[in-house]
């Protein structure tokens, strides 16, 4: 069986939605899904299919803060740092995880390992402090134990 | 097919002959409980189980509300159901034997049983002051059934307001009784939720939308997700008599991106109904037809403002629209549109199933029914708590919540999110009710202690405001980024004698000129903070 090409995935995946403008963010959801961000020839892909201009798809990825136009690291970590996490000793938590794992807020280690985040709110306030592990929410955080939450989760 | 009244009694006839036989036990699943091992526990429960040979079931359930007592286990079977709180992984087998018989448990310290009374030591549900001061209607379900099992709903009540009205209503009557209740929406606005049903059904044109707004994205909020994953068909079930009372056939399920456990719930559970009839043409043999389609966000506050809602169904940026036209007139595509939010439509079901004249014994005299608010923060009892509008803030966080954690003292309390207030101790016995002195928001209560900076969480709240506006109006994009500029030199400690009086010009205007209510309420917690903190 021969490899399929990215594109040819994208082109693929994109048949399950009908070709409405009303799709586009469902589409561009889909894209994301399988390749974890939005690269500029997959919003060329997208515009192609959904028929809406490149320019407005491109309005469009860009204002959804979930939408990533930026490969993240193979792990993703996402720490909370909105009111109730924060009063629960979120920016220590924060701050612990970017000196352990050696990466700042807001950027992608050099060798793409890890992408290292802060969120507004993850919506489980009643167990703050809370961090988001490759998509998983993990919480009542120790900041002392929050690397190991890391490591335990590695290949999961 | 017959008529709706022998179609429904053949789905609750196969729910009861479905009914499972053996005792059941019910983890506390929902987004909270997964985040403390939920999952683990139900794994180690299920592994338990089949050690000791035993033929009992273990089912994710969503949450009660006591999320502080994450991870709970309920035990189902011959009785009252009986809820073990504080389950972890290592000792979830452990635990087994008691739970089976509704014995204590040493490291279970908030272990009760659903009624009044106690038995073998297990006290009763008044004894939990988390429970005894709620008013338990839309939550009463939660945790206590099988959210992904459409036949326990049907057990539990569900769907029988439905076809009720299917079977002998009309959508004027419900308009009548939902108008006569005073049931406001509860999404922030608490707008007359007849007001718009009726508007809809009035408005020239077809299709007529339904949008459910289950775009929950003020932080510190989280109370429809507690709806969803826990009771999702009674989301749906309230759907369904709102589309059929607005004369809508068309639905859409917009999630938030975040709420990944309600989406899948959800998506469930619309599978269920379609299968069993609830969903599609002709709704239990009746002339009521209705589809819905789920869908999801990808974050962003402003989302949950309507109009930017249906912006972004129609495959655009989430931005708000100029209003008038109102959406019940010209919304999705054009259309009359209602657009309702999770906990509005949650509250239908046992309304239309119990009447208006029920729903006025609820509430103050002014406004009428229950209220959920998700607390957290520096409370020592995090948790979603449903109780009568006209509660205080004392109540929540005292009575129900237990206090400040820690035993330290209390700072101040915002309720309402970015968008709401920052309270101080002495205003806490103010009744919450919409058009009240502080605006409630959609309902969450973060406690804050002595050690909180109350000029760091302005500044969070009004970074997170500017962060989040759509950048459509001008008072908001630029009136929050320099509102977060003049907080931040006030925190560096550089500050012109001026600076204060500087910041509520800008906030008076951001409140008068901004587009959207979001804007508008922006500048809420900065100028509280200021008025009520003036020594920050």
Known sequence: MTTESQEDQILRVLQIFPREQTYLLPALQKVQEELSYLPLWALDSVSEYIRVPKSEVYGVATHYPELRLRCPGRRLIRVCTGVSCRVKGSLEVLRTLAEDLKVRPGETRADGEVTLEEVGCCFVCSVAPVLEVDGVFKGRVQSLSAASLVDDSKGA | ?536
């Open chain 2, 1 to 536: 097919m017959g008529t709706s009244q022998e179609q429904w009694r053949l789905l609750r006839d196969r729910a009861q002959s479905q009914e499972p036989s053996g005792p059941r036990l019910l983890v506390g699943a929902g987004s909270c409980g997964q985040a403390v091992g939920a999952l683990e526990v139900a794994a180690e429960l299920r592994k338990g189980i089949e050690k000791l040979g035993l033929r009992v079931a273990v089912v994710e359930s969503g949450c009660t509300g006591m999320c502080y007592g994450a991870v709970q286990v309920t035990l189902l079977g011959d009785g009252v159901p009986a809820t073990y709180s504080s389950i972890t992984p290592s000792n979830a087998s452990a635990s087994l034997a008691a739970i089976l018989k509704k014995q204590t448990l040493s490291f279970s310290p908030e272990a009760f049983l659903w009624s009044s009374d106690s038995q073998n030591g297990l006290p009763g549900v008044n004894s939990i002051p988390f429970l005894a001061g709620q008013r338990r209607i839309l939550l009463e379900r939660c945790g206590l059934l099988d959210p992904e099992d459409i036949l326990d709903a049907v057990r539990h009540g569900a769907y029988g307001a439905l076809a009720g009205i299917l079977t002998e209503g009309n959508p004027s009557q419900v308009i009548a009784i939902v108008k006569e209740s005073g049931l406001v929406g509860r999404g922030g606005a608490y707008f007359p939720v007849a007001v718009k049903w009726e508007g809809c059904r009035a408005a020239p044109g077809e299709p007529k939308y339904l949008v459910v707004n289950a775009e929950e994205g003020e932080p510190g909020i989280f109370k429809d997700r507690h709806l969803m994953e826990g009771n999702p068909h009674g989301l749906l079930e309230g759907m369904l008599i709102a589309a059929y009372a607005a004369g809508s056939s068309r639905g859409f399920l917009f999630v938030n991106g975040e709420a990944k456990l309600s989406f899948q719930r959800l998506s469930r559970a619309v599978d269920q109904a379609r299968s069993v009839g609830l969903i599609g043409k002709r709704i239990l043999g009746s002339d009521f037809s209705f589809e819905v389609e789920l869908r999801q966000g990808s974050g962003g506050f402003v989302l949950g403002e309507e109009t930017a809602l249906l912006e972004s169904i129609e495959g655009r940026r989430a931005m708000p629209r100029v209003r008038p036209p109102f959406p019940v007139e010209s919304g999705l595509w054009g259309k009359p549109t209602v657009i309702n939010n999770v906990e509005t439509l949650s509250n239908v079901p046992a309304l239309i199933g119990q009447g208006a004249g029920w729903f006025q014994t609820l509430g103050t005299g002014k406004v009428h029914g229950t209220k959920l608010f998700g607390l957290s923060g520096n409370v020592a009892r995090p948790g979603v708590a449903e109780v009568e509008l006209g509660r205080t803030l004392r109540d929540l966080i005292f009575s129900l919540g237990g206090g400040v954690a820690g035993g330290a003292g209390l700072k101040a309390v915002l309720l309402g999110g970015p968008s709401g207030s920052l309270i101080p101790p002495q205003e806490l016995d103010l009744p919450l009710e919409p058009g009240g002195k502080f605006p409630l928001g959609s309902g969450g209560v973060v406690a804050l202690d002595d050690h909180c900076s109350i000029l760091d969480i302005a500044h969070t709240l009004i970074r997170f405001n500017a962060n989040e506006s759509c950048g459509k109006c001008t008072p908001c994009r630029e009136g929050t980024a320099r509102m977060a500029a003049m907080i931040a030199r006030l925190e560096q400690g550089r500050v012109p004698s001026t600076v204060s009086d500087e910041i509520e010009n800008l906030s008076e205007v951001v409140r008068l000129a901004s587009l959207c209510g979001l804007g508008q309420a922006a500048p809420y917690s900065v100028l509280s903070g200021l008025r009520y903190f003036p020594e920050t």
